[in-house]
Nanobody, 125 residues
Framework: QVQLVESGGGFVQAGGSLRLSCAAS????????LGWFRQAPGKEREFVAA????????NYADSVKGRFTIARDNAKNTVYVQMNSLKPEDTAVYYC??????????????????WGQGTQVTVTS
């Protein structure tokens, strides 16, 4: 049974930082690209960042480029997103997802096979 469990969410003031983690089990972690998505109240889920199997390729939404950094530790079966210079508009539930396909990690949620339950990030002004 595949499980992705996010952690690290919480409340932070604008300009602050958070690091989200997503621990995976039940799959061969290094065979999956990984992505982070988010969904704010009343809005559609949107792509945040993705990383390929080896960690050598990353991709970011324009809205977070230069502020967020995705990384993975295949030895720990964990993917991270370091979020700096947070803004109130970053407030959302953040989800990690795993994609078994080869190649460039998908920016569409439909390209992912497994999802975590999400962790809330709230940025106050």
């Amino acid at each position: 049974q595949v499980q992705l469990v996010e952690s690290g969410g919480g409340f932070v003031q604008a300009g602050g930082s958070l690091r989200l983690s997503c621990a995976a089990s039940g799959l061969t972690f290094s065979n999956y690209a990984l992505g982070w998505f988010r969904q704010a109240p009343g809005k559609e889920r949107e792509f945040v960042a993705a990383i390929n199997r080896s960690g050598g390729y990353t991709n970011y939404a324009d809205s977070v480029k230069g502020r967020f950094t995705i990384a993975r530790d295949n030895a720990k079966n964990t993917v991270y997103v370091q979020m700096n210079s947070l803004k109130p508009e970053d407030t959302a539930v953040y989800y990690c997802a795993a994609d078994r396909n080869l190649g460039v990690p998908a920016r569409r949620g439909s390209g992912y096979d497994y999802w975590g339950q999400g962790t809330q990030v709230t940025v106050t002004s």
